[in-house]
């Protein structure tokens, strides 16, 4: 059975040179602050719980803030520099997430 979950999108810069784990940490508490009153967020915590972190370019990174619903996380080791986006839960993604790398150390 192929059942849909609600799920946390976080992209991370792949020009990030260092501080990725941090920064998705960051990202997915900062995401469940922002949204965590939401109807989305409560399924999903209770439900789901489930994230996915990609690597993205910056070219990337840039256009998925076209999309709604998320948290820009800076860190402050590069001088506030913004490195990761983490997006409310939801069941649909637009095609370009879905075809982001996963994040590997």
């Known amino acids: 059975m192929n059942e849909k979950h609600l799920k946390m999108y976080i992209l991370i810069k792949k020009s990030l040179p260092s501080h990725k784990i941090v920064a998705?940490?960051?990202?997915?508490?900062?995401?469940?602050?922002?949204?965590?009153?939401?109807?989305?967020?409560?399924?999903?915590?209770?439900k789901s719980f489930r994230k996915v972190v990609c690597e993205v370019t910056d070219q990337e990174f840039e256009a998925a803030k076209c999309e709604s619903d998320y948290v820009?996380?800076?860190?402050?080791?590069?001088?506030?520099?913004?490195?990761?986006?983490?997006?409310?839960?939801?069941?649909?993604?637009?095609?370009?997430?879905?075809?982001?790398?996963?994040?590997?150390?």
Do not use: G
């Open 24 to 46: 998705a940490a960051h990202a997915s508490v900062m995401c469940y602050m922002k949204y965590q009153d939401t109807p989305e967020m409560k399924e999903w915590l209770n």
């Open 72 to 105: 820009i996380v800076t860190e402050s080791f590069f001088k506030n520099a913004e490195v990761a986006l983490a997006f409310k839960p939801r069941m649909d993604w637009p095609k370009e997430f879905k075809s982001y790398p996963l994040l590997k150390l």
